[in-house]
């Protein structure tokens, strides 16, 4: 008996569990129908703007939600911390083109990764006019780079004790590293500006930022 017993109460337990599951479904599908989230049944009074952006006024909720689902779109927030709060309704294609646009300005607001190029001394002309390209695209999607030239050799221009050959060959090789990175910024100039060079005991560097970055006066 006990056992019979046991095994009713787990039966109508799962009963009760089932129609709950059932009723939370059709609630999330009346929310989806109207395409407004069930949290915002909390507002008594919405103002409304229709899908052509006119201006309807204030409005109870339950009247916004009712012409939603009578003109087969969707009722979206606009202001939800407003009072009244503001609703719009929107068509699907409008839902879809406002979504496109804040993933669009979310990309917009994200700083771009920034990007590294290394050139030598004695690079070819074809390899040099490849990595250009290159820089060139990263540039004008937005990603400052980093421009590295390396001297021919190590060139300690901090050692005080140089012999003046010593000096005059470190002079050499980098003036040649700096005159490759001029006529690199050069080519870049309709893409991006140089903001910042330096120079290490083993190459000259130059941080480009993107043109559009560029601010105006």
């Known amino acids: 008996m006990w056992t019979k017993l046991r095994f009713a109460r787990r039966s109508f ?22 395409g ?34 009578d003109e087969n779109v969707e ?17 699907t294609a409008q839902v879809r083109a406002q979504n496109e646009k804040e993933k669009e300005l979310q990309k917009q607001r994200k700083p771009k990764s920034q990007k590294q190029m290394q050139f030598s001394c004695k690079i070819e002309s074809n390899d040099r006019s490849t990595k250009i390209r290159r820089i060139q695209g990263f540039l004008d999607k937005g990603h400052p780079v980093g421009i590295r030239v390396r001297f021919r050799r190590f060139v300690n221009w ?46 000259v560097k130059a941080f480009v930022n993107p043109a559009k970055a560029k601010k105006s006066g």
């Open 13 to 34: 337990a799962t009963i009760r569990a089932r129609r709950k599951q059932i009723q939370r479904g059709k609630n999330r599908k009346e929310g989806a129908a109207s």
């Open 36 to 69: 407004v989230d069930n949290s915002a049944a909390q507002y008594s009074e919405v103002r409304l703007i229709d899908s052509n952006g006119s201006n309807v006024g204030i409005v109870s909720f339950s009247e916004a939600n009712a012409r939603a689902r």
């Open 75 to 91: 009722l979206t927030p606009v202001s939800a911390s407003a009072n009244p709060p503001v609703f719009r309704l929107q068509t």
């Open 158 to 203: 901090k050692d005080p004790d140089r012999t003046p050959e010593r000096i005059a060959s470190d002079e050499i090789i980098m003036k040649e590293a700096s005159s490759i990175l001029d006529e690199i910024i050069l080519e870049l100039s309709q893409h991006g500006h140089a903001d910042s060079r330096s120079k290490t005991l083993r190459e």
